[in-house]
């Protein structure tokens, strides 16, 4: 803590956020191209951290294609810089003394018939906590059990992750990510009302709007039409959601980048608005192996791949799956009672009326840890019912 800010900023984690920043915004794009007007959520930083780990066991082109999609540039960190940047990350993330329920963990599933080599375990273990457990993909069993430890680590919000596993599966790489945070200051449920939601100029689904008439960290962009607004977590955490003018969600979606998103932190400002907030929970389901394909790494899922890091025999990379999911309610994102009562000033001695900020169409909105500047989750809304 008492570390000066030129210091800081060596430390490996701060400098693999840019980079990590990088992927998600290019991940985010490639998603939406394939998902047209879908709802997107995914957890970038999972997906970095379970694809990172994997560049451990691999070598040559394959190692320099997942570098590229991943967007570490080689030139300024260096291999152990990256491993170091994630081990630190894990372990900024999972502090018990944190208010806010964050878990990430990694694990192996490895073939009970196969040996994979001591020091890529040893450095999975080191830098990316990740434990190994050894298992017959032939026992049915063993679909329940992954299931069902999947289950336990994300607290029974992702169940049935696999619906079939390969019985010639040599490992199975995964990568969790559990979120419970508590708003800093909740909604208060007696606000909430039935509402439209736009899905198009035509056509709307009903929801519960949440409202809080309160001060909140805005931004208005007039360069892309957009209002940004920051909701804060306890615990060090916070959100940023994000509502385009009608028609402007894809030029927004175009210039979502790192240089963006760091511009709207800055450019936020403290004022009281009337906020509207639908409830909603939303979940996604990814073929990263296509998705990666489509960003140019291709190697490590074909007969070429080098993963001789891992292992003495070839192996390839035949299935990555990613699923996320999200709820957000008065209270923040999981389900308990609050009560509170705000007391404001009378509007009387407001001269100029407060903006009033309605999301009741397509938004984005992203969940950042402030201890790593981790991108945890991004998505957009486009129907929360």
Same mark, same amino acid.
């Given at each position: 803590g008492d570390q000066s800010q030129a210091d800081g900023k060596n430390l490996p984690h701060v400098k693999l956020a840019p980079s990590n920043a990088d992927f998600a915004f290019k991940l985010y794009r490639q998603i939406r191209d394939e998902s047209g007007d879908k709802n997107i959520f995914f957890s970038p930083l999972s997906i970095s951290t379970a694809f990172t780990m994997l560049t451990l066991g691999a070598r040559s082109n394959t190692l320099r294609e997942l570098h590229k999609g991943l967007a570490f540039n080689l030139t300024q960190l260096g291999e152990q810089e990256i491993h170091e940047g994630f081990q630190h990350i894990l372990q900024l993330l999972n502090d018990p003394q944190r208010e806010v329920q964050l878990n990430m963990g990694n694990t192996l599933f490895i073939n009970h018939k196969v040996e994979l080599l001591q020091t890529f375990l040893d450095h999975a273990k080191n830098f990316y906590d990740a434990e190994a457990v050894s298992t017959n993909f032939q026992n049915p069993e063993a679909l329940r059990e992954?299931?069902?430890y999947v289950e336990t680590k994300t607290h029974g919000k992702i169940v049935d992750f696999f619906d079939s596993l390969d019985?010639?599966?040599?490992?199975?790489l995964i990568n969790y990510i #559990? #979120?419970? =945070?508590f708003w800093e200051r909740p909604f208060d449920s007696f606000n909430t009302r039935d509402a439209d939601f736009f899905l198009d100029a035509k056509n709307s689904v009903k929801v519960k709007m949440m409202h809080q008439n309160a001060h909140f960290n805005v931004h208005r962009d007039e360069n892309?039409?957009?209002?940004?607004?920051?909701?804060p977590y306890k615990g060090n955490v916070t959100s940023l959601f994000i509502l385009p003018d009608e028609g402007t969600m894809k030029q927004v979606e175009d210039a979502l980048l790192k240089e963006t998103v760091s511009s709207w932190l800055k450019s936020l400002d403290r004022r009281y608005i009337y906020l509207d907030l639908p409830k909603f929970s939303v979940s996604g389901s990814y073929d990263l192996k296509s998705l990666f394909e489509k960003m140019g790494v291709m190697e490590v899922f074909s007969d070429q791949a080098d993963l001789s890091g891992l292992a003495n025999i070839p192996l390839k990379v035949s299935k990555a799956m990613h699923k996320a999911t999200v709820d957000v309610r008065e209270n923040g994102t999981e389900a308990a009672a609050v009560t509170s009562i705000e007391i404001l000033l009378t509007s009387a001695l407001f001269p100029t009326s407060p903006t009033h900020i309605t999301f009741d169409r397509a938004f984005l909105m992203?969940?950042?840890?402030?201890?790593?500047? =981790?991108?945890? #989750?991004l998505g957009k809304i486009v129907n929360p019912a």
């Open positions: 992954i299931n069902k019985p010639e599966a040599v490992t199975i #559990f #979120f419970k =945070g892309l039409s957009c209002w940004v607004v920051e909701i992203m969940i950042i840890d402030k201890n790593t500047d =981790g991108v945890l #989750f």
